[in-house]
């Protein structure tokens, strides 16, 4: 299952997760480009990754006991070229240490964890996608980091709430 969104700030694109290992806890990511954030860079990766320890990988950090997936955004760096679909699957997993070659920039622009299942999680990951291109929600944390995640954390758990049909503060 892949998706496109486009609106006046840009565009994602749904990426095919790879099916190797190291893109096992992949639940899914998009390549989103939105010139309109930031004078310098326009493209982020917005990805969600279940979180379980793995022998070989670096342990998790747990924001809250029963968090079952991560959500993360970070801007890739202009000065390693244009990215695009092909490109990407070549990253793999933003969960495996291949994700460290990205050419990302850091900090990481989000990183919010979640108690969901993996079809909720791919349903909030394609609304963050949409909210970014139609300009609702500001990937750019460069224009104001505990402001702009507070937005995003705060969207994103009415969202989720939403999604699964729950009544949720306005």
Not at 36 to 45: C, D, E, I, R
Not at 102 to 119: H, K, M, S, V, Y
Not at 124 to 129: H, P, Y
């Amino acid at each position: 299952m892949t998706g496109t969104w486009s609106g006046a700030y840009g565009s994602a694109q749904e990426l095919p997760v790879p099916d190797n290992a190291e893109a096992s806890e992949t639940v899914c990511h998009w390549l989103i480009i939105a010139p309109a954030y930031h004078p310098l860079w326009s493209q982020y990766v917005l990805a969600v990754v279940r979180l379980r320890d793995i022998d070989g990988r670096p342990p998790i950090h747990w924001q809250f006991t029963g968090a079952t997936h991560e959500y993360l955004l970070v801007a890739l760096d202009p000065g390693k070229g244009r990215q695009d679909a092909a490109t990407m699957a070549a990253f793999g997993n933003p969960a495996s240490p291949e994700f460290g070659h990205l050419p990302r920039l850091t900090p990481t622009n989000l990183a919010i964890q979640f108690e969901g299942t993996d079809d909720e999680m791919r349903e909030l990951a394609s609304l963050g996608a949409r909210s970014v291109v139609e300009g609702l929600l500001d990937p750019e944390t460069a224009n104001g980091p505990e402001r702009i995640r507070a937005q995003w954390k705060s969207s994103l758990v009415k969202t989720l709430a939403h999604i699964r049909g729950e009544v949720h503060a306005s």
